[in-house]
């Protein structure tokens, strides 16, 4: 039984690399992923190497609040881009200006030019660089049918995070070995220009966007981005714990290299070796996570990342050894693809999608201020109290706060386990299997459920058509002109030639057996059926084929249709 049930899990997790393989859209999109955060990894060793070696732990604390500080205020300002048009236009525009200042930054080190000009190119970089991610996130679901292709579709980005945390600082740390940092910036800027280059022409069927105001209004678009997450206590609750996370790993940034050289004697290389210890753990975690993705809970999986994200940074203050140390990054990398693969896909499947990016773009923003203040807070706490009790006090931030939000994330995920049912219960509809995730998750969340006695009328032919139903338990008669032409059960929809030509019920719809029905109301029906392209296609033509074969025009004499 160990055996079969470990074989099934190796087996989903292939399906689920073997599903971002076969979509191209999919694997172009991750491909892109991985170069650019490979490009900002390397670029993150080789810049930390730069501020120690001119001003010791606090020049690299103070570069990284200062790398953060305009990305934190300019990437909510600037996400409502990405909800206006193609989002892969944005990862485009953003590898290319990303590569292009770590070009110029390569240029400057290698000529001898002044540290603080590589300090100004890196911050001006960074601001592409976070909006980098929301356009991404909001991307993925937009690619994805299923909460499980998804999660799967994170899960994989989740690996390639990880691979570029483990690659990126492998490359840099040998580099560092043979040459000097700014051969590090500078093959790092060759991977951003590659991470937009990828993502050129990217085809897939979007939603209909609403046309840009003429007059830019950017600021009252992403003060929409902080509504929505206003609106949702578990969108603030993933948010907060992302904030834990991040102002660890904003410490971590400081701590690989204090650590490496000040506790350990390891060196410069020393700071890239540790953190590639951190990307092994990820690789691995990435791995088995995605194992888990068909049955686990991604509330509770959360909540676990982010507590073993700051456990393991509290023991190495307890057990300063080279070892250890290694032992303990390499857990954090196992932590940090559980909040990836999990956190990334709750946000992705709270919010709508007309305000995806911009709900990605508070949460890169939230990113950079806690990272910025994780970095300067524990180089200052390092001076004032020493390396050893900073690590014990910044990691026993994650543990504390995932305990507290334990029971809200385990209640989040059984209101996730409800809307998957109904998304199953739409896709079995076929005029809604063309739609992406967000926007049958949209259909999900709006579906009311209304019980009918067997016998009784569900509508009537000449009825004003006011909603569209879909039958969860039961059957249900169709009469034209007052015959059966069609019985319809489980999984089964019906009233959408009303809402869509706009006229009266064409036929009477009657339970033959008690009937457990989800409503849409006419709004929320045609906002998303008609708003995107495919689905809209296949109910006109669903329309077309019902008015057609119940045309009471017909020699034949027939009833009018069914809906």
């Not at 599903?19 to 892109?32: F, G, I, K, P, Y």
């Not at 206006?84 to 930054?105: D, F, H, K, Q």
């Not at 693809?337 to 919010?351: E, P």
């Not at 036929?507 to 006419?522: I, K, Y």
């Amino acid at each position: 039984m160990g055996l079969r049930g470990s074989r099934g899990r190796l087996a989903e997790g292939l399906v689920v690399f073997a599903s971002t393989w076969r979509n191209v859209s999919l694997r172009r999109a991750q491909l892109s992923f991985f170069a650019m955060w490979g490009a900002e990894c390397a670029f993150t060793v080789a810049l930390s190497i730069a501020a120690y070696e001119a001003g010791g732990a606090l020049a690299v604390g103070l570069v990284g609040l200062i790398t953060m500080l305009p990305s934190a205020v300019l990437t909510p300002l600037l996400s409502p881009l990405a909800d206006r048009g193609r989002r892969e236009r944005v990862l485009v525009v953003v590898s290319l200006i990303r590569g292009a200042a770590m070009a110029a930054a390569a240029v400057t080190v290698a000529m001898g030019g002044p540290i603080a000009l590589v300090f100004v190119l890196a911050a001006a970089s960074a601001v592409p660089s976070t909006l980098f991610r929301p356009a991404h996130s909001a991307l993925l679901p937009t690619l994805s049918h299923t909460g499980h292709e998804l999660a799967g579709a994170n899960v994989v980005r989740g690996l390639l995070d990880s691979a570029a945390s483990l690659v990126g600082p492998l490359v840099a740390a040998v580099l560092l070995a043979f040459s000097d940092v700014a051969v590090v910036i500078a093959v790092a800027s060759a991977a951003a220009f590659a991470g937009g280059l990828v993502v050129i022409g990217l085809r897939y069927d979007a939603p209909a966007k609403e046309a840009p105001p003429r007059r830019p209004a950017l600021i009252a678009e992403a003060v929409e981005g902080l509504r929505a997450v206003g609106r949702r206590r578990d969108l603030q609750l993933i948010l907060a714990l992302v904030a834990a996370q991040t102002f660890t790993r904003g410490a971590l940034t400081v701590f690989s290299v204090v650590v490496a050289i000040e506790l350990l004697g390891m060196g410069e290389s020393g700071a890239g070796g540790l953190m590639a210890a951190f990307g092994v753990g990820a690789v691995i975690g990435s791995l088995a996570v995605s194992m888990l993705v068909s049955t686990w809970r991604l509330g509770g999986w959360f909540a676990i990342g982010v507590a073993v994200w700051g456990l393991p940074i509290a023991l190495i203050g307890l057990f300063p050894q080279q070892a250890t140390a290694l032992c303990m990054l390499a857990a954090v990398g196992v932590a940090n693809a559980l909040i990836d693969a999990a956190g990334f896909t709750l946000i992705g499947r709270l919010t709508p999608d007309a305000v995806m990016a911009r709900v990605f773009g508070v949460l890169e923003s939230l990113v950079a201020v806690s990272i910025g203040t994780g970095s300067i807070l524990a180089a200052a706490l390092i001076e004032a109290i020493g390396i050893a009790p900073t690590l014990i006090l910044i990691g026993s931030i994650c543990p504390v706060a995932a305990l507290a939000a334990w029971w809200p994330l385990r209640r989040l995920d059984r209101s996730v386990e409800v809307i998957d049912r109904e998304i199953g219960l739409l896709q079995r509809v076929p005029m809604f299997d063309p739609l992406p995730l967000p926007a049958i998750e949209q259909l999900a969340r709006g579906l009311e459920p209304v019980s009918v006695p067997g016998g009784r009328v569900v509508f009537s032919q000449g009825d004003p058509g006011d909603r569209y139903y879909v039958i969860e338990s039961g059957a249900a008669d169709v009469l034209g002109d007052g015959r059966v032409v069609a019985t319809l059960g489980p999984g089964d929809g019906f009233g959408e030639i009303a809402l869509l030509r706009r006229t009266p019920r064409t036929a009477t719809v009657v339970a033959r057996t008690p009937l457990e029905l989800q409503t849409l109301t006419s709004a929320r029906f045609l906002a998303v059926v008609v708003g995107f392209t495919p689905s809209a296609r296949a109910a006109e033509a669903s329309v077309a084929r019902e008015l057609d074969r119940f045309s009471p025009d017909e020699a034949a004499g027939g009833p009018p249709g069914p809906r």
